[in-house]
């Protein structure tokens, strides 16, 4: 089930409000946790198992760790990091590194043939931060079973995260603030994500899906391909980030920010200071600073960053395009901290231009079937496919989407926010905006559901994750 479906906005998601409303106070995280496993187990019910085994793991040795000292408690909690991780793995990399033994070596060895479990990068990657921040003291293991089974499973952010770290959950898990004006405030914000989703994001993706079907390909074309393709994935994370967010404040959580207008940044440092925040800052308090972070020699430093960049890419899919895309990334990385950082400032026109053209280059090997078609594609966009500059076909989507690329592009940047902010910066434009806003949102939830109703293209591109 996905957020932008008939079935989640008019069955599942009122059911679960009200399951929730009608709860006792203390017993509405079993309500949540009794919703969120009906929403994991309702494509995939055999799914529910590795989600229970990895959540009775979480909590045992939560519990063990808290409990033990010295040597012992590391030991529980490089059992518990090595569990969740090995699980993941076998899901999820298994078939990968089988296969490229095989290729490798001649042999023939059997893949697993395991089903990747709808959400566990993002579930497993939880449950390790909470036998982490119980280990460092950051937080206390959770005594009730039934409340770290609600944070690990909670439905709003378990697909396609935000990825809650659970020092920052402990405290809400316990005692969350519930009012009208914070159910107001996550409505809003559901429905301007699912605006982004259904209207923009799924429109984008049927071009890029009419490019690679296509067999009139030019360089018009494959730019129009790179551009709605990143601008296609902004705009469906963003958006499911944004539903995540207002469906937590709806139970009464307060989720962090997971995008901050990543296009409009000057450096690839800045980009991914605002790009999928909440999986950056996993990988920094959970690795690189482990290793050491910048506070070692230079040469470890790097090392640091290449190990990073490597598992960032490695997290986003079993596949050689992902490493490379990371390891794309962690280069970039290192040649701004090197020398390109200081040539940047001062250059906002040019910074911004890089920055652009290496993410759509980055994005373009990412959506990728393979490492070949993704050198193909790259050169394709500099001229070297031997493709003309313009197409029949090309030239037709371009009038078709010219609009919506337009939109998007300055829907990606604060803009429209400085508008309003402009607008509502006297008391006259304050009650125009105040007006305007619940007909404006009642007009694009009306939008969005046309389109669920009408359209067939609607995946979310993190499932996969």
């Known amino acids: 089930m996905v957020f932008s479906s008939l079935p989640f906005l008019y069955y599942f998601l009122p059911a679960a409000l009200l399951l929730y409303a009608l709860a006792p106070r203390g017993r509405k995280n079993a309500a949540l946790l009794l919703a969120s496993l009906v929403f994991y187990g309702w494509g995939e019910p055999k799914f529910l198992i590795w989600m229970v085994l990895a959540i009775l793991q979480g909590y045992v040795s939560g519990l063990l760790i808290e409990r033990a000292e010295g040597t012992r408690r590391r030991a529980y909690l490089a059992v518990s990091v090595t569990l969740s991780m090995g699980m993941l793995f076998c899901c999820k990399y298994a078939d990968f590194f089988i296969g490229n033994v095989n290729a490798i070596t001649g042999a023939s060895l059997p893949l697993t043939g395991i089903a990747l479990p709808v959400g566990i990068s993002f579930y497993t990657f939880q449950i390790v931060s909470y036998a982490v921040d119980v280990y460092r003291g950051e937080a206390p293991a959770q005594r009730s079973l039934v409340d770290l089974a609600a944070y690990i499973a909670m439905f709003p952010q378990l697909i396609a995260g935000p990825i809650v770290r659970y020092a920052d959950i402990a405290p809400q898990l316990q005692e969350r603030e519930h009012s009208w004006e914070k159910c107001a405030a996550g409505v809003r914000r559901f429905i301007w994500g699912l605006g982004k989703k259904a209207l923009i994001a799924n429109s984008l993706g049927e071009l890029c899906a009419a490019f690679k079907a296509s067999g009139d390909r030019s360089l018009l074309f494959f730019w129009l391909y790179a551009v709605g393709y990143a601008l296609h994935i902004y705009f469906d994370f963003s958006g499911y980030s944004d539903m995540a967010i207002g469906l937590g404040k709806l139970f009464g959580f307060e989720f962090r920010e997971n995008f901050r207008y990543p296009y409009v940044s000057g450096s690839i440092t800045e980009f991914w200071?605002?790009?999928?925040?909440?999986?950056?800052?996993?990988?920094?308090?959970?690795?690189?600073?482990?290793?050491?972070?910048?506070?070692?020699?230079?040469?470890?430093?790097?090392?640091?960053?290449?190990?990073?960049?490597?598992?960032?890419?490695?997290?986003?899919?079993?596949?050689?395009?992902?490493?490379?895309?990371?390891?794309?990334?962690?280069l970039l990385l290192m040649a701004e901290k090197l020398w390109l950082g200081k040539h940047l400032k001062g250059h906002s026109v040019l910074s911004h231009l890089y920055v652009l053209l290496a993410v759509v280059i980055s994005f373009v090997i990412f959506d990728a079937a393979s490492l070949s078609e993704a050198g193909h594609s790259i050169a394709a966009l500099f001229g070297l496919g031997g493709y003309p500059l313009f197409s029949a076909e090309a030239v037709y989507y371009l009038k078709s989407y010219a609009l919506l690329l337009l939109a998007a592009a300055v829907g990606a940047t604060p803009a429209m926010a400085r508008l309003c902010g402009r607008i509502g910066g006297n008391e006259r434009g304050r009650r125009a905006l105040n007006a305007l806003e619940p007909a404006a949102e009642l007009l694009l939830l009306l939008a969005a559901t046309g389109y669920m109703v009408d359209g067939s293209f609607n995946p979310f591109l993190y499932f996969r994750f």
Do not use: Q
């Open 273 to 330: 200071r605002r790009w999928h925040i909440s999986l950056g800052s996993w990988f920094r308090d959970y690795v690189y600073i482990p290793l050491g972070g910048n506070r070692v020699s230079k040469p470890r430093w790097f090392f640091n960053i290449l190990v990073v960049w490597l598992c960032t890419g490695f997290w986003h899919g079993a596949a050689w395009n992902f490493v490379v895309w990371g390891l794309f990334f962690g």
